[in-house]
Antibody, heavy 120, light 110 residues
Framework: QLQLQESGPGLVKPSETLSLTCIVSGDSVNRGPHYWGWIRQPPGKGLEWIATIYYSGSTYYNPSLKSRVTISVDTSKNQFSLNLTSVTAADTAVYYC????????????WGQGTLVTVSS | QSALTQPPSASGSPGQSVTISCTGTSSDVGDNNYVSWYQQHPGKAPKLMIYEVNKRPSGVPDRFSGSKSGNTASLTVSGLQAEDEADYYCSSHAGSNKLVFGGGTKLTVL
C-alpha cells in the first residue's frame, strides 16, 4: 500500500530556508508513470501546487514560486525533497507531498501533511 | 497562472443534489480533459474523487459525477449525505506539466 510521509522542522525563521522530505513506501520513485510533488495550504485557505519532479530529474515549478523553490529526488533512499528559500510568514502552511499520475494528470495519493510555521 | 474560480460555498439538504462549478481559461480547463476534484474534510489530506473530468477512482460512490463545458468544469453530488460535508477543490493541467487548483468550495449539508 502506497504511503507518503512528510518530515522536516515545524518552525522556520523568516529569511531562512524551509526544507522538507517525503519518504515513499509502497512504490518506487525511480520509475514512471508518476511524478512526485509538493502542494501547500495556508491555514484556512486553498491548495497551491508548488512543484513536481520525475524520476529522470525533470522538474516543474509554479511560476510564482520558481525563483525560491528546488525539488529533488533521491532514488537510493526512495524519497524526494523540497527547499524553499527566503521564507516569510506568507509561507506558513500545511505542506503535502503527493504522487501525480502522469497519464491522467491527477494526484492519486497524498501524504498526511505537515504544518510549517514561519516565525522568529 | 491564476487559480481556478470556484464558489466559496454551496449547500443542500440530505437527499438533494448540488453542483459546484470550476471556471478556468482556454489555457487550463478549456485546453484539456485533465480536470480533477478533491474532497477535504477538516484536518485531513485531500482525497481524489474525480479525474479526467468524469472518471471515479475505485471506492468513490457513484453519487459523485463530473462534467465539463468549455472553460467550466462541474462536480455534482447527488443524494447528499451528511458525510459529504467537506471542502471541494478542482484542479487542472495548465500546460507544460503545471497544475492549478481552484480556491475551494465549502459544501454544507443542511
Amino acid at each position: 500500500q502506497l504511503q507518503l510521509q512528510e518530515s522536516g522542522p515545524g518552525l522556520v525563521k523568516p529569511s531562512e530556508t524551509l526544507s522538507l522530505t517525503c519518504i515513499v513506501s509502497g512504490d518506487s520513485v525511480n520509475r514512471g508513470p508518476h511524478y512526485w510533488g509538493w502542494i501547500r495550504q495556508p491555514p484556512g485557505k486553498g491548495l497551491e501546487w508548488i512543484a513536481t519532479i520525475y524520476y529522470s530529474g525533470s522538474t516543474y515549478y509554479n511560476p510564482s514560486l520558481k525563483s525560491r523553490v528546488t525539488i529533488s529526488v533521491d532514488t537510493s533512499k526512495n524519497q524526494f525533497s523540497l527547499n524553499l528559500t527566503s521564507v516569510t510568514a506568507a509561507d506558513t502552511a500545511v505542506y503535502y507531498c503527493a504522487r501525480v499520475d502522469l497519464i491522467v494528470v491527477t494526484i492519486d495519493c497524498w501524504g498526511q501533511g505537515t504544518l510549517v510555521t514561519v516565525s522568529s | 497562472q491564476s487559480a481556478l474560480t470556484q464558489p466559496p460555498s454551496a449547500s443542500g439538504s440530505p437527499g438533494q443534489s448540488v453542483t459546484i462549478s470550476c471556471t478556468g481559461t482556454s489555457s487550463d480547463v478549456g485546453d484539456n480533459n485533465y480536470v480533477s476534484w478533491y474532497q477535504q474534510h477538516p484536518g485531513k489530506a485531500p482525497k481524489l474523487m474525480i479525474y479526467e473530468v468524469n472518471k471515479r477512482p475505485s471506492g468513490v460512490p457513484d453519487r459523485f459525477s463530473g462534467s465539463k463545458s468549455g472553460n467550466t468544469a462541474s462536480l455534482t453530488v447527488s443524494g447528499l449525505q451528511a458525510e459529504d460535508e467537506a471542502d471541494y477543490y478542482c484542479s487542472s493541467h495548465a500546460g507544460s506539466n503545471k497544475l492549478v487548483f481552484g480556491g475551494g468550495t465549502k459544501l454544507t449539508v443542511l
